[in-house]
């Protein structure tokens, strides 16, 4: 299914760009087009912190759905992921779980995934959890914000920009800065219900 623009996600963007900015954190943005497969692995292992606000996917039916290759089908969307390649058929902008097992997130304190059910994945017996964390685990990665189920854009970017406020801005730890930052967006009128802003959390793999 092609994957449908993300009105918010600029905004996001920008703001967590001028909050580094007025910090002195250097930053590198890949946005529209710029934000192809093969750029954002040749910039996430140098990276200390590493923020993706795209679609995410996982196999249909998530943590219950049998799937033979639960890395294959877990991933992100990048620019030209609504491209197919006429041999194999594949989204060209797809970053799969699997391709994120070879990158290098030894550096990265935090990445986190501004995106749809990235926190799911699929039960292999003896492997526990298989998808976007384990992925991200193995390729290094120390903790990471993810998603259990479909969240809304503009909320979203609502809770990332009073998270790396209180980050950045406020210099606060970052589970008190994610914590007050739900706590924003649950006072907001739009946003009270927990669909908004409770299916967030940061995971250690401590």
């Given at each position: 299914?092609?994957?449908?623009?993300?009105?918010?996600?600029?905004?996001?963007?920008r703001k967590l760009a001028?909050?580094?900015s007025d910090r002195q954190i250097a930053t590198i943005r890949l946005d529209a087009g710029r934000?192809?497969?093969?750029?954002?692995?040749a910039q996430v292992g140098a990276a200390t912190f590493v923020h993706l606000a795209t679609h995410g996917f996982v196999?249909?039916?998530g943590t219950d759905a049998p799937a033979r290759t639960p890395l294959v089908n877990s991933g992100l969307a990048l620019s030209g992921a609504?491209?197919?390649?006429p041999v194999t058929?594949?989204?060209v902008g797809i970053l799969t779980a699997e391709e994120i097992l070879d990158a290098d997130l030894g550096r990265a304190r935090l990445v986190v995934l501004s995106a749809c059910n990235t926190g799911l994945g699929v039960k292999a017996s003896g492997?526990?959890?298989?998808?976007?964390?384990?992925?991200?685990?193995a390729a290094g990665a120390r903790r990471v914000v993810m998603s259990l189920w479909p969240v809304d854009d503009e909320a979203t970017k609502v809770l990332m920009s009073s998270f790396y406020e209180r980050l950045w801005g406020e210099g606060k730890p970052l589970l008190q800065a994610f914590h007050e930052a739900q706590k924003a967006v649950r006072s907001d009128e739009r946003f009270r219900e927990p669909r908004f802003?409770?299916?967030?959390?940061?995971v250690d793999p401590e």
């Open positions: 299914m092609p994957f449908a623009p993300l009105p918010w996600s600029d905004d996001e963007a001028s909050l580094a934000a192809t497969k093969a750029a954002v692995l196999p249909e039916g609504n491209v197919r390649d058929l594949q989204g492997q526990g959890l298989l998808g976007l964390r384990s992925a991200l685990y802003w409770a299916g967030w959390s940061i």
